[in-house]
C-alpha cells in the first residue's frame, strides 16, 4: 500500500510558477508508475502528467505540454510537478496518483490517491 501526500499548492498570478511534490510511505514507491490528476469545480478528474518508474519516460495532456515538467527522486520517495507560465484554466485541485502499470491516463486505472493541493491563479 501507498499513502500519498500533496504539497505546494497555493494562489498565484497568470505567468508564475508553482512546484508541487508528492510525498509517498512506504519502501515501494520505485514500483509504481506516477500521475499528476486535476479537477476543477464542476469538471471532471483531468489527467495532466505521468512518469514511469525509473523517470525516464513521461508524457502529459497537450495543454500543459512546455509548460509543466514532472519528476520523481526515488531516494526521496517523491515526485513532482513543476509548473510555469500558468494560466487561469489551470486553476484546480491538483492530485498525484500511483499506478503499478505506466502508460494510464484514466482516473480509474490509478490505485492510490493523495488528498489533493489547491491550486489558485489570478488573471
Known amino acids: 500500500q501507498v499513502q500519498l501526500v500533496e504539497s505546494g499548492g497555493g494562489l498565484v498570478q497568470a505567468g508564475g510558477s508553482l512546484r508541487l511534490s508528492c510525498a509517498a510511505s512506504g519502501r515501494t514507491f520505485s514500483r509504481y508508475a506516477m500521475g499528476w490528476f486535476r479537477q476543477a469545480p464542476g469538471a471532471e478528474r483531468e489527467f495532466v502528467a505521468a512518469i514511469n518508474l525509473s523517470g525516464g519516460s513521461t508524457y502529459y495532456v497537450d495543454s500543459v505540454k512546455g509548460r509543466f515538467t514532472i519528476s520523481r527522486d526515488n531516494a526521496k520517495n517523491t515526485v513532482y510537478l513543476q509548473m510555469n507560465s500558468l494560466k487561469p484554466e489551470d486553476t484546480a485541485v491538483y492530485y498525484c496518483?500511483?499506478?503499478?502499470?505506466?502508460?494510464?491516463?484514466?482516473?480509474?486505472?490509478?490505485?492510490?490517491w493523495g488528498q489533493g493541493t489547491q491550486v489558485t491563479v489570478s488573471s
Open positions: 496518483a500511483a499506478d503499478p502499470l505506466y502508460g494510464h491516463r484514466r482516473w480509474y486505472e490509478y490505485d492510490y
